[in-house]
């Protein structure tokens, strides 16, 4: 009679299949690397899948793929605002207001500037004007897929585990962004780094937070391809065997 073998117990945290949950934001864009458009915001929610594909010296390496069914971007707007008052003649005291706002563009700065306007000739009446500038933002809905993509994952025998992420893909907008005269279609790439903490090795679920540099852009397939770089800021929840 053949005794039985005992059953192995992964006492590792680490799983072959992952499904994460996440959302993530970004609160402005600045030129890091590779972008120029500045004051761009992002927010998405959506999920991820890893495969692990090896184990070495107490990490995994898995391939990783994203998707976010719900992503906002949000671009600047200027908002002007001139009001003419006339100070001669017989509609001294008559004051008009024209205002609008601008397509999305560079950066936006809050400004105002005022001056007067002599009568000319001298039987017409003078006028005193106020400019002012106020920004606005201009949110867009989108969605993203990232179908190549990685997570490098170490001290898979502890509960806190640092890892490394990156991610290719695209981003589909219903207008173009970040300005104007771009495109609705953007390549969007990202990498970045985050802490997992593991509630047990039994259930192995997990919550993360991670930082990732952000970058999208046209590849010049428009008339403007300013890109953007985001510093994005990611929680996340895990599971799976």
């Given at each position: 009679?053949?005794?039985?073998?005992?059953?192995?117990?992964?006492?590792?945290?680490?799983?072959?299949?992952?499904?994460?949950?996440?959302?993530?934001?970004?609160?402005?864009?600045?030129?890091?690397?590779l972008g120029a458009a500045r004051q761009r915001k992002l927010a998405d929610f959506g999920g991820a899948y890893t495969r692990r594909v090896a184990r070495f010296w107490?990490?995994?390496?898995?391939?990783?793929?994203?998707?976010?069914?719900?992503?906002?971007e949000s671009d600047p707007l200027e908002n002007f605002s001139e009001t003419t008052v006339i100070t001669s003649g017989t509609e001294a005291g008559l004051t008009n207001?024209?205002?609008?706002?601008?397509?999305?563009?560079?950066?936006?700065?809050?400004?105002?500037?005022?001056?007067?306007?002599?009568?000319?000739?001298?039987?017409?009446?003078?006028?005193?004007?106020?400019?002012?500038?106020?920004?606005?933002?201009?949110?867009?809905?989108?969605?993203?897929?990232?179908?190549?993509?990685?997570?490098?994952?170490?001290?898979?025998?502890?509960?806190?585990?640092?890892?490394?992420?990156?991610?290719?893909?695209?981003?589909?907008?219903?207008?173009?962004?970040?300005?104007?005269?771009?495109?609705?279609?953007?390549?969007?790439?990202?990498?970045?780094?985050?802490?997992?903490?593991?509630?047990?090795?039994?259930?192995?679920?997990?919550?993360?937070?991670?930082?990732?540099?952000?970058?999208?852009?046209?590849?010049?397939?428009?008339?403007?391809?300013?890109?953007?770089?985001?510093?994005?800021?990611?929680?996340?929840?895990?599971?799976?065997?």
């Amino acid at each position: 009679m053949v005794a039985q073998q005992p059953k192995l117990v992964d006492d590792t945290y680490s799983r072959k299949n992952t499904y994460t949950l996440f959302a993530e934001y970004s609160n402005d864009s600045s030129h890091i690397l590779l972008g120029a458009a500045r004051q761009r915001k992002l927010a998405d929610f959506g999920g991820a899948y890893t495969r692990r594909v090896a184990r070495f010296w107490g990490s995994d390496l898995g391939y990783h793929v994203e998707v976010r069914p719900v992503l906002f971007e949000s671009d600047p707007l200027e908002n002007f605002s001139e009001t003419t008052v006339i100070t001669s003649g017989t509609e001294a005291g008559l004051t008009n207001t024209v205002t609008f706002s601008g397509a999305p563009g560079g950066s936006c700065k809050p400004s105002s500037s005022s001056g007067s306007i002599p009568a000319q000739p001298p039987d017409q009446p003078s006028f005193t004007y106020t400019d002012t500038t106020t920004c606005g933002r201009q949110w867009t809905f989108g969605q993203a897929f990232s179908p190549i993509g990685f997570k490098y994952s170490t001290r898979t025998r502890h509960a806190v585990q640092p890892f490394l992420v990156g991610t290719l893909g695209y981003m589909y907008t219903s207008r173009p962004v970040p300005v104007s005269d771009a495109e609705a279609f953007n390549f969007i790439f990202n990498i970045g780094a985050g802490i997992e903490v593991f509630k047990s090795v039994q259930t192995k679920r997990s919550v993360s937070l991670e930082c990732r540099y952000n970058h999208f852009s046209n590849r010049n397939t428009a008339p403007d391809n300013p890109g953007t770089d985001n510093v994005m800021f990611k929680a996340s929840y895990s599971f799976g065997r």
